[in-house]
C-alpha cells in the first residue's frame, strides 16, 4: 500500500497542528473548531487544546478504498474522545468516523455534522491501542491491535475526500501518535505491528 | 451468541448522542460485546426511517430484548429455512416485518432465514450484503 499521509508529530512543544509539516502528504488544514480550539503537539505527539476540533490532512488518497491508522496515548483520562475519518470532505464534517472514548469504540458515519452510530465494541481503550480505520466501497471495519471489532455495509459517503482527525477532551490528558493513511492501489495487505491488550475473557462460541 | 433485532432509532445527532439503534446502550453496557446497524439516512443525515436492522454479539441477550419496542428475530441460522421456526414464531416475525413496510413477496417457508435478513437490510440500504454484515467477528 501507498502512504499518501502520515505524521508522527514531531515538532516543538506548543506547535499547532496547522502550523506543522507532516511526515508526508500535505499540511494540515482545521476543518471544525473555533478560535483556541486546535490540536498542537506536546512531546511529538498530537493532543487538542481544545474540544470538538477536526482536522484534515492534504494528502490526497488515490480512490476512495484506503484504510487510516492511529495510535493512541491515553493517560488515564475517562475525559477525552478520540478517532480517526476517512472520506473527510474537506467544507462539511462529512465521513467515515473510527471514535472512542473511554468505554467503547464506534465506528460513526457524519454528515455536516449529523452522526450516526454504525457499529460499536465495548471495551476499554488501551495506552498504545493502534486503531485502524478500512474504507472500503462494500465495508467499513475498525481493527484494534490488527483484530476486526467493527464492521459496517454503509456507503453513503462515497467521495474519497481526505483522511483527518477528530478530539474531544483537554489538552495533556490524552495523545495521538503515528497517524498514517494508506492507499489501496497496490492490492498488498499492509500489516501493522499488534499490540496485545489484556481483556475480560469472553466466552467463544460459533456464531449460531 | 449473536441475534438480529428490529429497533427502533433514537438521538439528536450529535456526536454524544448519535442516531442510533435503541438497544446500542443496552449492548455497550455489556463488556466485550458488539453491535453493527443498518439505518436509512436521508442525504441529511437524519434517520428516513424510524427503525433499524441490528446484530449483537453479546453475552446476555435477555436486557436487549427487552428494550422498549425491540422486536427480536429468531435464532435460527443463516441458512436454516423458514419452516423449521413453529408457526407462531414465523408468522410474528412475517407480519412484524410486513407492518414495517418490508417487501416479503416472495418469501416463503422455503426461503432461508438469511434470505429474509438480506430483504430486511436492503429495504434500509441498497448495498447490504448480509455476508459483511456482522459484529466482532467470531468471538463470542
Not at chain 2, 68 to 82: Q, Y
Request: charged share 15%; net charge neutral; proline share 3%.
Amino acid at each position: 500500500m501507498t502512504v499518501f499521509a502520515s505524521d508522527a508529530f514531531t515538532d516543538s512543544n506548543g506547535t499547532l497542528l496547522q502550523n506543522h509539516t507532516p511526515t508526508v502528504g500535505g499540511l494540515w488544514t482545521k476543518l471544525v473548531g473555533g478560535t483556541g480550539a486546535d490540536i498542537e503537539i506536546h512531546n511529538n505527539q498530537a493532543t487538542p487544546s481544545g474540544d470538538g476540533v477536526v482536522y484534515y490532512n492534504g494528502g490526497t488518497p488515490s480512490g476512495a478504498e484506503y484504510d487510516v491508522l492511529l495510535t493512541q496515548k491515553i493517560a488515564g483520562s475517562s475525559n477525552y474522545a478520540l478517532g480517526q475519518y476517512g472520506r473527510l470532505s474537506t467544507s462539511a464534517e462529512t465521513g467515515y468516523l473510527a471514535w472512542s472514548n473511554a468505554g467503547a469504540y464506534f465506528l460513526y458515519k457524519a454528515v455536516s455534522g449529523s452522526f450516526t452510530e454504525l457499529g460499536s465494541w465495548t471495551t476499554a481503550p488501551a495506552a498504545n491501542d493502534v486503531v485502524k480505520l478500512e474504507i472500503r466501497n462494500a465495508t467499513k471495519k475498525v481493527f484494534v491491535n490488527g483484530t476486526q471489532r467493527i464492521s459496517s455495509t454503509n456507503n453513503d459517503v462515497t467521495a474519497a475526500g481526505k483522511a483527518g482527525l477528530r478530539c474531544y477532551g483537554t489538552s495533556t490528558t490524552f495523545y495521538v501518535d503515528d497517524f498514517s493513511a494508506d492507499d489501496l492501489s497496490s492490492g498488498v495487505t499492509y500489516v501493522r505491528p499488534t499490540i496485545l491488550v489484556s481483556r475480560a475473557a469472553v466466552t467463544r462460541a460459533s456464531r449460531w | 451468541m449473536k441475534r438480529y433485532y428490529i429497533s427502533p432509532v433514537v438521538g439528536t445527532g450529535t456526536i454524544g448522542d448519535a442516531y442510533r439503534a435503541a438497544i446500542s446502550d443496552t449492548v455497550r453496557a455489556q463488556n466485550g460485546a458488539g453491535l453493527s446497524t443498518v439505518i436509512l439516512s436521508n442525504s441529511d443525515g437524519t434517520p428516513a426511517l424510524p427503525w433499524a436492522l441490528c446484530i449483537a454479539a453479546a453475552p446476555n441477550h435477555v436486557s436487549i430484548g427487552n428494550v422498549s419496542g425491540v422486536e427480536a428475530m429468531p435464532d435460527i441460522t443463516l441458512d436454516s429455512t423458514l419452516a423449521v421456526l413453529p408457526s407462531n414464531l414465523r408468522n410474528r416475525a412475517l407480519n412484524f416485518l410486513t407492518g414495517k413496510g418490508v417487501d416479503l413477496s416472495g418469501i416463503t417457508t422455503s426461503s432461508t432465514f438469511g434470505e429474509l435478513i438480506d430483504r430486511v437490510g436492503k429495504h434500509l440500504d441498497v448495498n447490504f450484503d448480509r455476508r459483511n454484515f456482522d459484529a466482532l467477528g467470531n468471538l463470542i
